[in-house]
């Protein structure tokens, strides 16, 4: 993958939709099944399906794309520090999948290396976090460059283009135009450690009493697309994984939002806010 054009990005996106809606076909016919788990912790499932849907997007892509490496929370395949990536979350929300609540999505992200972008335009970008296996992959920059995420039980595919307007359905959305803490909703989520359990209960005393609703609904990339829509105002979390945000966060910031995160210890681990930037100052005050 070499041609840095916007048909080849138009190509990806494409690609990418068909990997998130085949992996979404397999979440709704296994939607009432018996669910495989293949690890268990006290805040997480890892079940043997999210295997199987990062297996079937992997085929997708390779397809097309056959050179690109993917970076999933299932597993790696290729040369990660090469100039493009893809970063998959075959299931996220597998906790609520694994109960039966239906909300959880696939994500999925092209992401390019360096300051030689394909489409100017977006200031979505993040870096391999403290603690990354190779010192190398640390100190460059990915950008997303083109996002999906595909929630299939309500059939809502939300894409972005680097330097384009976010869709959901085919349809330009926006980030709300809400100013006021009072009358916003925020979105929260208190990720799988525990130390990120204690970091984020302070935020949630903080913002209870202050805002019109908070909602914790346990999938981070529909909580950065409903960001996106304007169905939530903000989104906050510590602990999330690249794999949750790298489409999420670029869907936000070409809907018109702002998506503020920072690298923390971990492997690939960062704490965010999202928000339609109308909020970021009442927001910094708080978290």
């Not at 595919?157 to 100013?179: D, I, K, P, Y």
């Not at 906050?236 to 949750?244: A, M, N, R, T, V």
Request: proline content about 4%; glycine content about 8%.
């Amino acid at each position: 993958m070499s041609d840095p054009t916007r048909r080849t990005l138009s190509r990806a996106l494409a690609c990418a939709v068909d990997a998130a809606q085949a992996a979404g076909r397999l979440m709704r016919d296994n939607a009432r099944a018996p669910k495989r788990i293949h690890a268990a912790t006290q805040h997480d499932i890892k079940l043997e399906l999210d295997v199987r849907c990062q297996q079937r997007i992997e085929r997708i892509l390779r397809r097309t794309f056959p050179g690109v490496p993917v970076l999933g929370e299932e597993g790696v395949t290729g040369d990660l520090e090469g100039p493009w990536r893809w970063v998959v979350d075959p299931i996220d929300g597998t906790v609520n999948f694994t109960y039966g609540i239906p909300h959880a999505c696939v994500s999925i992200a092209l992401q390019a290396r360096g300051s030689d972008l394909p489409v100017r335009g977006s200031k979505f970008k993040v870096q391999g976090s403290r603690g990354s296996p190779s010192k190398a992959l640390a100190a460059e920059d990915y950008h997303s460059v083109v996002g999906v995420v595909y929630d299939p039980f309500c059939d809502e595919l939300w894409t972005a283009v680097r330097g384009q307007t976010a869709r959901l359905n085919g349809r330009v959305v926006r980030v709300s135009e809400r100013r006021k803490l009072d009358e916003a909703i925020i979105s929260i989520g208190f990720s799988k450690e525990r130390v990120t359990l204690e970091q984020m209960l302070p935020t949630f005393n903080a913002l209870v009493h202050r805002v019109r609703k908070i909602r914790i609904m346990g999938a981070a990339a529909l909580a950065l697309t409903y960001v996106a829509s304007g169905r939530m105002d903000a989104y906050l979390e510590h602990g999330l994984s690249l794999w949750d945000i790298a489409a999420g966060g670029l869907i936000v910031e070409c809907a018109g939002g702002e998506f503020f995160r920072v690298p923390i210890e971990g492997v690939y681990n960062y704490r965010i806010i999202a928000s339609n930037g109308r909020l970021r100052k009442a927001l910094a005050r708080v978290s």
